[in-house]
Antibody, heavy 121, light 107 residues
Framework: QVQLQESGPGLVKPSETLSLTCTVS?????????WGWIRQPPGSGLEWIGI???????HYNPSLKSRVTLSLDTSKNQFSLKLTSVSAADTAVYYC??????????????WGQGTLVTVSS | EIVLTQSPGTLSLSPGERATLSCRAS???????VAWYQQKSGQAPRLLVY???ARATGIPNRFSGSGSGTDFTLTISRLEPEDSAVYYC????????FGPGTKVEVK
C-alpha cells in the first residue's frame, strides 16, 4: 500500500521560503509515476502546484511557476517543494500526492494527510 | 487555463435519494480527462471516478461519472449519510485545475 507523509515547518515568515518534504512508503519513487503537490487555503478549494517525474522532469502551475521548485531525493524515497517569497496568501494545507500513471494526463490516486503551513510574522 | 465551474454550490438531500453534481469547463477537455474527488471534513481528497466514468479502486458503484467536451456529471445513487462531503471535479488535460466544489449534505 502506497503511503505519503508531508513534513516541514508549520510557520513561515513573509518573504521567506516555504520548504516541505513528502516521504513515500510502499513504493520506490525512482521506479516511475509522477509525484505532486496540491494546496488548499483554509475554507477554500484545491490548487494544483506542480508535479515531478521519477526522472526529474517537472510541470508547474503557470501562476506559481516563478516561485516553485520541485525536487527528488531517491535515496530517501522523498520529494520536496520549495516556494519562495511567501505571503499570507500562501497559507494553506499542503498535500503531496501521486498521479495514477506515468502520464501527466492522470488524476491523483494516493494522497498524504496534508500539513498546514501558516505564513505570519 | 481551463476554468471549472461546479453546480449547485450546496445540495441537501435525504438518504436513499440521488445526487446529480455538475462540472462545466471553460473550454473542451480532451479525452474527457476529468476526475471527481470526495473530501470529508479534515481529510485529504479521495479519488472517486476519472476519465470520466472509470471508478477508482474500492469505490462503490453508487458513484458514477459521465460527460464529454465541456459538461461532466457525477451521480451518486442511493445516498448514504457517509456521503456527506465536498465533491471537487478536476481537469488534467491542460496542466490541471480544480472546480470550487459542491457540498453535499445527507440528512
Amino acid at each position: 500500500q502506497v503511503q505519503l507523509q508531508e513534513s516541514g515547518p508549520g510557520l513561515v515568515k513573509p518573504s521567506e521560503t516555504l520548504s516541505l518534504t513528502c516521504t513515500v512508503s510502499g513504493y520506490s519513487i525512482s521506479s516511475g509515476y509522477y509525484w505532486g503537490w496540491i494546496r488548499q487555503p483554509p475554507g477554500s478549494g484545491l490548487e494544483w502546484i506542480g508535479i515531478i517525474y521519477h526522472t526529474g522532469n517537472t510541470h508547474y502551475n503557470p501562476s506559481l511557476k516563478s516561485r516553485v521548485t520541485l525536487s527528488l531525493d531517491t535515496s530517501k524515497n522523498q520529494f520536496s517543494l520549495k516556494l519562495t517569497s511567501v505571503s499570507a496568501a500562501d497559507t494553506a494545507v499542503y498535500y503531496c500526492a501521486r498521479l495514477s500513471s506515468g502520464w501527466t494526463t492522470s488524476p491523483f490516486d494516493y494522497w498524504g494527510q496534508g500539513t498546514l503551513v501558516t505564513v505570519s510574522s | 487555463e481551463i476554468v471549472l465551474t461546479q453546480s449547485p454550490g450546496t445540495l441537501s438531500l435525504s438518504p436513499g435519494e440521488r445526487a446529480t453534481l455538475s462540472c462545466r469547463a471553460s473550454q473542451s477537455v480532451s479525452n474527457s480527462y476529468v476526475a471527481w474527488y470526495q473530501q470529508k471534513s479534515g481529510q485529504a481528497p479521495r479519488l472517486l471516478v476519472y476519465g470520466p466514468s472509470a471508478r477508482a479502486t474500492g469505490i462503490p458503484n453508487r458513484f458514477s461519472g459521465s460527460g464529454s467536451g465541456t459538461d461532466f456529471t457525477l451521480t451518486i445513487s442511493r445516498l448514504e449519510p457517509e456521503d456527506s462531503a465536498v465533491y471537487y471535479c478536476q481537469q488534467y488535460d491542460t496542466s490541471a485545475t480544480f472546480g470550487p466544489g459542491t457540498k453535499v449534505e445527507v440528512k
